[in-house]
């Protein structure tokens, strides 16, 4: 029998620094999160980010949780919801990191006979701190607890035509009635030696842009050539004047040279560019969380404004959006007839 498991990022139980610090510290060991030796990897998060890093999280937490709980989850939760409506065959939800495990959801699975599943990374884009982790993790499970299953994996849809025109829809619905002087486009942003580990070839990712028009397999797995695609999809798909959008790359550690440029740099550069009404899209999200509510909401809107922007409007990731929806119980119904699956 088959069915679905659907994977977000996760969320802690509470916004307080009781529950952030274990969710905190099973995200950051991840070691396709922070990429070093484990030994380094706890100093680091252990010995030094969890001394401090719960309180301040916590705190984010509290600005943008809801009644019903964090919006990541309850978001996931009602996509969730909505899909199985559309579709015949058993849906569960799971979290990468948190209580919500994806052990949980696959048993869920498997006490409702499924043992065909296709596995959906809630996520646009290749990484190995997100999408990578979440196959590498379902995996795990599935070989250690349920070696009786059969997984399947949907491929980063960042550049699917359904894909692009719900999202595109999404964004000018966003725009009406508000007149920008600029959109940008803010992805999550990683390390670049990520881009480089993610590499096939192990030659073609040059970081600064030269390889991204070359083509190669490598794209396949390229997150900063990915978020740049999409972005030019969303111009071309909703006939956007070149000079008024860019991409930039948000949260980000200390360190290593994360991707740039830098969302946060952004926003004080536009600004005094003369660009004060602006409009700011997170399409590496598909479910509005800590990172677009708090991050990109709230405290873009505040450095954007101190930096001498008038206007700033964020757009919401799709969510449980029915035209979202819509498509992904499509794909679903096409791995059903065996059909291709979204690229």
């Not at 699917?160 to 966003?174: A, M, P």
Request: proline letters at 6%; charged letters at 25%.
């Amino acid at each position: 029998m088959k069915g679905v498991l659907l994977v977000n990022l996760g969320s802690p139980d509470s916004p307080t620094p009781k529950d952030v610090k274990p969710y905190l510290d099973e995200f950051l060991m991840d070691e396709r999160v922070i990429d070093t030796p484990k030994w380094l990897r706890n100093i680091i998060v252990r010995g030094i980010i969890l001394r401090t890093r719960p309180k301040k999280s916590a705190e984010a937490y509290q600005k943008i949780w809801w009644e019903e709980g964090s919006p990541l989850v309850v978001i996931s939760e009602r996509f969730t919801e909505k899909l199985r409506k559309q579709t015949n065959i058993p849906v569960a939800l799971g979290m990468r990191y948190g209580s919500m495990t994806i052990k949980k959801a696959l048993q869920s699975l498997k006490d409702q006979g499924v043992d065909d599943v296709l596995l959906v990374p809630l996520y646009p884009h290749y990484a190995m701190s997100s999408y990578e982790t979440v196959v590498v993790k379902t995996m795990e499970d599935q070989q250690a607890f349920f070696p009786e299953m059969k997984i399947t994996t949907l491929p980063a849809f960042y550049k699917n035509e359904d894909y692009i025109r719900v999202l595109s829809k999404q964004i000018s619905d966003g725009l009406k009635d508000f007149e920008y002087d600029h959109i940008l486009f803010s992805y999550h942003g990683i390390p670049e030696r990520h881009i480089r580990k993610s590499d096939p070839t192990k030659f073609h990712c040059k970081i600064d842009g030269s390889c991204c028009n070359i083509n190669s397999v490598a794209h396949h797995t390229c997150y900063r050539h990915q978020c740049y695609d999409t972005t030019v999809l969303v111009k071309d798909a909703l006939g956007l004047p070149e000079e008024k959008i860019s991409s930039s790359f948000q949260s980000r550690l200390a360190g290593d040279p994360w991707l740039k440029p830098y969302t946060d740099f952004e926003f004080e550069r536009l600004a005094k560019e003369g660009k004060t009404r602006l409009v700011v899209i997170t399409p590496a999200f598909v479910s509005d969380c800590l990172e677009t509510l708090e991050e990109i909401a709230m405290e873009g809107k505040h450095q954007f404004e101190e930096a001498g922007g008038k206007e700033y409007k964020h757009i919401p990731c799709l969510n449980d959006n029915d035209d979202w929806v819509a498509v992904m119980a499509q794909w679903i119904h096409n791995w059903e007839a065996k059909e291709i699956l979204p690229a």
